[in-house]
């Protein structure tokens, strides 16, 4: 079975982002960059799929600047097999994004895809369900747990107070929530070997995909920022406080 | 220029976040109509021709909507779409899972977790976690909208809407409802929850945990954890508060030994009250509080169990 995971760079989730003084957007001069770390889940589950003997390949693929090679590089040294760069300069939406995948599982025909639910950057949570809807394909989102089952996959989702199990017809899509795995840190050994693996440089063009902005981002501000509170000195003190000033006891 | 928002409902009653987004779809202007699709679920359909603002409800009741998958939700809104502009639901796991395969299927943007209405067009919602908030505007004929319900008023419940059942679509068979386990447990749920008690690595174990429950029990709030605990393994994942974890905004939040990471404060500041208690002045947490208290928690939880019961909790 051949198992595509798209992956994204984005912001380090450790970094305190910055919003522009001109309201343009969130300043990424000289920010550390990393994988999405729900896209890292992604990964792993393929890559674990692939130690079971259940996955044959695993192509990673993202869409993004030249440095996104970087995230497919940290990819492939946790074990996937081969990228594909979609070079752009452009932000790409969710919807045009998922018009790009599409054209990269036309190409590849995976049997199976694996995303992150959702990208820590933007914060939509649509790529997935997406290219589900575009491909025709089943989906099974917020994945704490999938399993192969013979033509179908079963899939255990995270859902509001508590859980969903799921059965799919394949090919699927999944997306993965944060319960599914923990991701392997790259050993040195893998690092190096990663750096001989393919990757393939492809543009938007070469899928013919209509990925052109749709809308219009009128301003990125700072969120309303917090009242300086004060410091209680007595558990007796909070407690008064919470009842009779705050009133939320 | 109408809207139809999708409720969100267990097939008995409707939810709270749905009668919140009702606020978000009146703002857009236009007619409101409301889609209840599950089975069984007619005391749904009546319970939601009661949203102020509300001119039509559409019934849809047919077993394979009874939980609400999104391959069978997507070709219903589809075949309903056309006449509205814009379809609307809750931001939770369940519009989150169904509206952007329908966005995609009607070939338009979705908006997501928007938390203001600016005008029919134009939304504000975080992006970064809530670190930043984008205003964003949408020029396309049709739009897909998921509401973070916390950022909106319930409407009133003195409606009259008329009820209208419709018929099932076809369905794909793509996917099937096998089983669900939801978590039963005599506190609220962490996302919806008024009060949530949170620990963080000053915790030092897992063990310790019971005293944060002791006193979530006393105020009928959830346990949350930061994700340096749940890394430490004193609980499990789902407890994670966080940009990585679950966002919540309650109206109380009392952070238990817990510096306030960047990744944990994404999670949780926008809550109305916030709490801490750090032993170390310095943490970044009091930065956000509104009542800090430095002091040792080991002191300190114990002391507030005690406190809490003197005022008759």
Same mark, same amino acid.
């Given at each position: 079975?051949?198992?595509? !995971?798209? !992956?994204?760079?984005?912001?380090?989730?450790?970094?305190?982002?910055? @919003?522009?003084?001109?309201?343009?957007?969130?300043?990424?001069?000289?920010?550390?960059?990393?994988?999405?770390?729900?896209?890292?889940?992604? !990964?792993?589950?393929? @890559?674990?799929?692939?130690?079971?003997?259940?996955?044959?390949?695993?192509?990673? !693929?993202? @869409?993004?600047?030249? /440095? $996104?090679?970087?995230?497919?590089?940290? $990819?492939?040294?946790?074990?996937?097999?081969?990228?594909?760069?979609?070079?752009?300069?452009?932000?790409?939406?969710?919807?045009?994004?998922?018009?790009?995948?599409?054209?990269?599982?036309?190409?590849?025909?995976?049997?199976?895809?694996?995303?992150?639910?959702?990208?820590?950057?933007?914060?939509?949570?649509?790529?997935? /369900?997406?290219?589900?809807?575009?491909?025709?394909?089943? /989906?099974?989102?917020?994945?704490?747990?999938?399993?192969?089952?013979?033509?179908?996959?079963?899939?255990? =989702?995270?859902?509001?107070?508590?859980?969903?199990?799921?059965?799919?017809?394949?090919? $699927?899509?999944?997306?993965?929530?944060? =319960?599914?795995?923990?991701?392997?840190?790259?050993?040195?050994?893998?690092?190096?070997?990663?750096?001989? &693996?393919?990757?393939?440089? &492809?543009?938007?063009?070469?899928?013919?995909?209509?990925? $052109?902005?749709?809308?219009?981002?009128?301003?990125?501000?700072?969120?309303?920022?917090?009242?300086?509170?004060?410091?209680?000195?007595?558990?007796?003190?909070?407690?008064?406080?919470? &009842?009779?000033?705050?009133?939320?006891? | 220029?109408?809207?139809?928002?999708?409720?969100?409902?267990?097939?008995?009653?409707?939810?709270?976040?749905?009668?919140?987004?009702?606020?978000?779809?009146?703002?857009?202007?236009?007619?409101?109509?409301?889609?209840?699709?599950?089975?069984?679920?007619?005391?749904?359909?009546?319970?939601?021709?009661?949203?102020?603002?509300?001119?039509?409800?559409?019934?849809?009741?047919?077993?394979?909507?009874?939980?609400?998958?999104?391959?069978?939700?997507?070709?219903?809104?589809?075949?309903?779409?056309?006449?509205?502009?814009?379809?609307?639901?809750?931001?939770?796991?369940?519009?989150?899972?169904?509206?952007?395969?329908?966005?995609?299927?009607?070939?338009?943007?979705?908006?997501?977790?928007?938390?203001?209405?600016?005008?029919?067009?134009?939304?504000?919602?975080?992006?970064?976690?809530?670190?930043?908030?984008?205003?964003?505007?949408?020029?396309?004929?049709?739009?897909?909208?998921?509401?973070?319900?916390?950022?909106?008023?319930?409407?009133?419940?003195?409606?009259?809407?008329?009820?209208?059942?419709?018929?099932?679509?076809?369905?794909?068979?793509?996917?099937?409802?096998?089983?669900?386990?939801?978590?039963?447990?005599?506190?609220?749920?962490?996302?919806?929850?008024?009060?949530?008690?949170?620990?963080?690595?000053?915790?030092?174990?897992?063990?310790?945990?019971?005293?944060?429950?002791?006193?979530?029990?006393?105020?009928?709030?959830?346990?949350?954890?930061?994700?340096?605990?749940?890394?430490?393994?004193?609980?499990?994942?789902?407890?994670?508060?966080?940009?990585?974890?679950?966002?919540?905004?309650?109206?109380?939040?009392?952070?238990?030994?817990?510096?306030?990471?960047?990744?944990?404060?994404?999670?949780?500041?926008?809550?109305?009250?916030?709490?801490?208690?750090?032993?170390?002045?310095?943490?970044?947490?009091?930065?956000?509080?509104?009542?800090?208290?430095?002091?040792?928690?080991?002191?300190?939880?114990?002391?507030?169990?005690?406190?809490?019961?003197?005022?008759?909790?």
């Amino acid at each position: 079975m051949k198992i595509l !995971v798209p !992956v994204k760079r984005v912001v380090d989730y450790n970094v305190k982002i910055r @919003v522009k003084a001109d309201q343009t957007g969130v300043d990424l001069a000289n920010v550390k960059m990393s994988m999405n770390p729900f896209c890292e889940i992604a !990964v792993e589950e393929a @890559v674990r799929l692939q130690e079971a003997g259940t996955a044959t390949e695993i192509i990673v !693929v993202s @869409v993004g600047p030249t /440095q $996104a090679q970087e995230t497919i590089r940290t $990819a492939l040294a946790m074990g996937a097999d081969r990228g594909i760069l979609v070079q752009t300069d452009e932000q790409i939406e969710p919807l045009g994004l998922a018009k790009i995948l599409k054209g990269v599982i036309e190409e590849e025909k995976p049997d199976m895809v694996i995303l992150g639910k959702q990208a820590i950057d933007g914060d939509n949570n649509q790529t997935g /369900q997406m290219l589900a809807a575009l491909l025709g394909w089943s /989906q099974g989102t917020f994945a704490s747990e999938i399993a192969l089952d013979g033509d179908k996959l079963t899939v255990t =989702r995270e859902i509001d107070g508590g859980l969903q199990t799921i059965k799919l017809a394949m090919p $699927a899509i999944v997306t993965a929530d944060l =319960r599914l795995n923990e991701p392997r840190y790259a050993s040195l050994p893998n690092i190096m070997k990663a750096k001989k &693996k393919p990757i393939d440089e &492809k543009t938007i063009a070469d899928y013919s995909a209509d990925a $052109a902005p749709r809308l219009e981002i009128v301003k990125v501000t700072e969120p309303a920022a917090r009242e300086a509170g004060i410091k209680v000195e007595t558990v007796n003190e909070l407690v008064d406080k919470l &009842k009779n000033v705050a009133g939320v006891i | 220029m109408s809207t139809l928002l999708i409720a969100e409902h267990n097939n008995q009653s409707l939810s709270e976040s749905t009668i919140k987004s009702a606020t978000a779809a009146v703002q857009m202007g236009g007619d409101v109509h409301v889609l209840v699709a599950g089975a069984g679920c007619a005391a749904v359909a009546d319970e939601a021709s009661k949203m102020a603002g509300v001119s039509k409800v559409l019934l849809a009741d047919d077993a394979q909507y009874e939980k609400q998958l999104a391959e069978p939700i997507a070709d219903l809104v589809v075949s309903l779409a056309g006449d509205y502009a814009t379809i609307a639901t809750p931001a939770s796991t369940n519009g989150k899972n169904f509206m952007p395969r329908i966005a995609a299927l009607l070939d338009c943007s979705q908006i997501s977790d928007i938390t203001a209405v600016i005008d029919a067009n134009t939304f504000e919602r975080p992006i970064y976690a809530g670190n930043a908030i984008q205003t964003v505007r949408t020029s396309e004929a049709k739009k897909a909208i998921t509401v973070r319900a916390t950022a909106f008023a319930a409407v009133e419940m003195s409606g009259s809407a008329a009820v209208e059942a419709i018929s099932a679509t076809a369905n794909s068979g793509l996917s099937e409802f096998i089983g669900e386990e939801l978590t039963k447990s005599d506190r609220p749920e962490l996302t919806s929850a008024k009060i949530v008690v949170s620990g963080g690595r000053g915790m030092q174990s897992g063990d310790n945990f019971p005293m944060l429950e002791k006193i979530a029990d006393k105020l009928g709030a959830a346990v949350g954890a930061s994700r340096a605990a749940v890394d430490a393994g004193f609980v499990p994942n789902d407890y994670q508060v966080g940009q990585t974890g679950k966002v919540v905004a309650p109206d109380l939040y009392i952070a238990v030994g817990i510096s306030g990471a960047i990744q944990h404060l994404a999670g949780m500041k926008d809550s109305k009250v916030i709490v801490a208690i750090n032993k170390d002045e310095e943490a970044p947490i009091f930065q956000v509080a509104d009542y800090g208290l430095v002091a040792d928690l080991f002191n300190a939880v114990p002391e507030l169990e005690e406190e809490l019961g003197k005022i008759g909790l």
